[in-house]
């Protein structure tokens, strides 16, 4: 299939950029969305981290613990969790992200079924777990268990995909601050996420953003909560490695 045009022209015709520093994703936005942004009281993604609060002090069931029950106040408990995640989980050597850690305690401390990917219940706490790290830095482990992880999430971002045969690389390193259908490239930094987007009128999570990337080059789309979507996660992460926590951020 052909290039669209306007792809083509951004990528074929303007010269390589230098790889630079990356920067956080509110770098890239217009004046309005960045002040929508800080501005907590207009924040729609605000909704979600209320929603969440409200979860977070349910009790799920009449002889199990709500999360509060067990963590008390979140914003001392939770403060900095989300900046160390995604992260191996010691028992299972699997590799976790936030969602699926509160997935994990849903599961085997409250006895309860999960709530499942993209449902309104883990998009809320996880909105608002990753809330009481705002702009706090990025701070993953890539090193021991989490390597192999790291490794293949780093292959993944370099690997050309799809039918347009793109690399997340080359947009988001070689072509970052250039135009792309009415968006501006951005660094691709997971650190907004779950964010507030207007075209989901809705909070969504880092893979349903990542799904819509893969499907702009058409690429396979991964499931949610993916291996392969874990481990670029992961490498996300680290390469935002000291830049702040945005989530939940308002984007396009
Ligand atoms: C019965 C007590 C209990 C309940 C209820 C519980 N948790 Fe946990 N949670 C724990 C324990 C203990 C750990 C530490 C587990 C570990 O490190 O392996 C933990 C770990 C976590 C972590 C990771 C913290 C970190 O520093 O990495 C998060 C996030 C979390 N819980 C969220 C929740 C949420 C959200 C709920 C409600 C849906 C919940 N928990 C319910 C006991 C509980
Ligand atoms: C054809 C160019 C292109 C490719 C290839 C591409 N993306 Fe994107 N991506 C975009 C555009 C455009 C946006 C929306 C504007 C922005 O935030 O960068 C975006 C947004 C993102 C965001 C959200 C950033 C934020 O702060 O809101 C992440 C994360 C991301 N991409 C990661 C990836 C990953 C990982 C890959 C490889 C699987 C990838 N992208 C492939 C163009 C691309």
Redesign the pocket.
Known sequence: MRLPAS?AA??LILPAATAAEIR???D?LSPELRALQEDEARHPGMLWVEQGEEVWRRTPALDKPSCAGCHGDAAGTMRGVATRYPMVDRASGRLLNLELRIEQCRMERQGQPAFGYESPELLALTAYIAYQSRSLPMTVRIDGAAAPFFDAGRA??HER??Q?N???????DD??GRR??G???????????P?Y?LEWNAVGS?HR??R???L??R?VQFDYGSPDYLN?EL??AWRARGLPM?AP?V??
């Open positions: 792809l951004l990528l956080p994703g509110r890239f993944f971002f995909q799809g347009l793109l690399a997340c690389s080359q947009c988001h072509n970052a792309l259908r968006d501006v490239i951005s660094n691709g930094v997971g650190t907004g996420f964010a987007r880092l953003r990542l819509a990337c893969s702009g080059v690429a670029l490498y996300l945005e951020a984007r396009r």
